[in-house]
């Protein structure tokens, strides 16, 4: 059974650091892309950052371009989001995604696998 449990949400305030961890069982991912997506309260899903396998693909959004760092961890199976200076509008629940194609990019309905999310709450 494939298996992506996200990790490290919680209740912060602007301007905090946090780390999200997504710890991928059941199968490697390692031929394929991972990434972050989140959903904040009567929004669609939007992309955060994807990461490709090793020494290759990293994306990032625009929303979220120079506070936020994607890396994975090939060996233990795991995606990992750095957070800094969050901001409000970064509260949503935040997804872990895999993908079994290194082209599945910003584009959602191109990743197979998700875990169930973890919630990121930033308080002003």
């Known amino acids: 059974q494939v298996q992506l449990v996200e990790s490290g949400g919680g209740l912060v305030q602007a301007g905090d650091s946090l780390r999200l961890s997504c710890v991928a069982s059941?199968?490697?991912?390692?031929?394929?892309?991972m990434g972050w997506f989140r959903q904040a309260p009567g929004k669609e899903r939007e992309f955060v950052a994807a990461?490709?396998?090793?020494?290759?693909?990293?994306e990032i959004a625009d929303s979220v371009q120079g506070r936020f760092t994607v890396s994975r961890d090939m060996d233990k199976n795991t995606l990992y989001l750095r957070m800094i200076t969050v901001k409000p509008e970064d509260t949503a629940v935040y997804y872990c995604?895999?993908?079994?194609?290194?082209?599945?990019?910003?584009?959602?309905?191109?990743?197979?696998?998700w875990g169930q999310g973890t919630q990121v709450t930033v308080s002003s």
């Open positions: 995604a895999a993908s079994l194609s290194l082209q599945s990019g910003r584009n959602l309905e191109k990743y197979e696998y």
């Open positions: 990461i490709g396998s090793v020494g290759g693909y990293i």
């Open positions: 059941g199968r490697s991912f390692n031929n394929g892309n």
